[in-house]
């Protein structure tokens, strides 16, 4: 799983959860999935996601609560999901027609969170005043008006923000749910089109003032290695690594074959 400044994203095939490989996702062509992100602050969260260069939201954003997880299983047109996403190779046929794209192949997740709030009090002073305005009676036990007190501390607090100021809501879509790239061209390119039918509805929610700063979680889908061998199964993250040199099989996590030693691609 790909995690970031407090977002987490994956890529979901068949039910499972695909194992990365750094940036890289390998995905058999032809198979359908889901974006599955979890938000693990205390502040809401608002996600744009683009894929292949294009906005899969319809102009809308999703809004994910605090510690809390969701997916996205197609394109969103309005308020729902009517096609799934579909990963297929992108063919010399579809090239001339559709052209080429430089981020082809490319997840690009874009979050920003609510701004955080600051509580610190205020202190508010007050001086009592003297009708008779002497000294000496101002400073004296005997006035009336000695024993009030000079400066009082407000239980109110102010809220600050770290950047938008104004208090305006932003409305957003209620999800019921940084990298090279130049190191990622040398593989056979797939693309995401729209998939089988499915129903996914979302809701409308609000959120506060956003960060000025946005984070940016990359992924990329490949159906082919760079050794190319196609991939025909998904492989995700129980999937066991099979040494190419004596054939043993070994946990998703290890680098090296636990037999001879073999680096493990």
Known sequence: MMYNSGLVAVVKCNGKILREDKEFIYLPFNSEYEILLKNLESRKCVVKISIDGQDVLGGNSL??????????????KGDS????????????????????RIDDGIIRIEYRFEEE???????VEYW????????????????????????????????????????????TLTFSASSDMTKMAFFDEGITVKGSQTEQQFNYGNVGNLEN???????KLVGVKESGKIIEEPITIRSKKICPTCGKKSKSNLKFCSNCGTFLD
Do not use: M, Q
């Open 63 to 76: 809004l994910l609560y605090p510690n809390s997880e969701s997916e996205l299983k197609g394109f969103l």
């Open 81 to 100: 999901v009517t096609n799934k996403f579909k990963f297929i190779k992108k063919t010399e046929e579809i090239s001339n027609y559709r052209g080429d």
């Open 117 to 123: 709030i600051i509580k610190k009090k205020i202190e």
């Open 128 to 171: 009592h005043t003297c009708s008779r305005n002497c000294w000496e009676c101002c400073h004296s036990w005997n006035c009336p008006l000695y024993n009030k007190p000079r400066s009082i501390i407000n239980d109110s607090y102010e809220t600050i923000g770290r950047g938008i100021s104004d208090s305006t809501l932003n409305e």
């Open 213 to 219: 700063h946005a984070n940016v979680i990359i992924l």
